[in-house]
């Protein structure tokens, strides 16, 4: 039988995963819609969707779902994807 300190634990790291799959989720889903804009020329819906991408990136990486240099590497290509619009 676990002790109460393994207890705790399990309970807390099963909240910090779901967290961290609902704000890694939704990452992804702004970065696809970024990419589909992009991908059908849509400059306005793609820069819309850039902002909100490369914000949600920062507010992930403070709250230490993902890595500073893992989310500074999408930043940068979605920025690129972007720039090749103009």
Known sequence: ?????????VRQSEKRRIRNHAIKSR?????????SASANGNKEA?????KE????LDSAVGKGVL???????KKSR???IY????
Not at 1 to 9: D, G, I
Not at 27 to 35: A, P
Not at 83 to 86: E, I, P, V
């Open 46 to 50: 793609a820069a819309e969707a850039l």
């Open 53 to 56: 991408s490369l914000k949600l």
């Open 83 to 86: 720039n090749k619009l103009a």
């Open 27 to 35: 990452v992804r889903t702004y970065i696809k819609k970024f990419e």
């Open 78 to 80: 979605l920025q690129k």
């Open 67 to 73: 890595h500073r240099n893992n989310a500074d590497r």
């Open 1 to 9: 039988m676990a002790n109460r300190s393994a207890e705790k634990r």
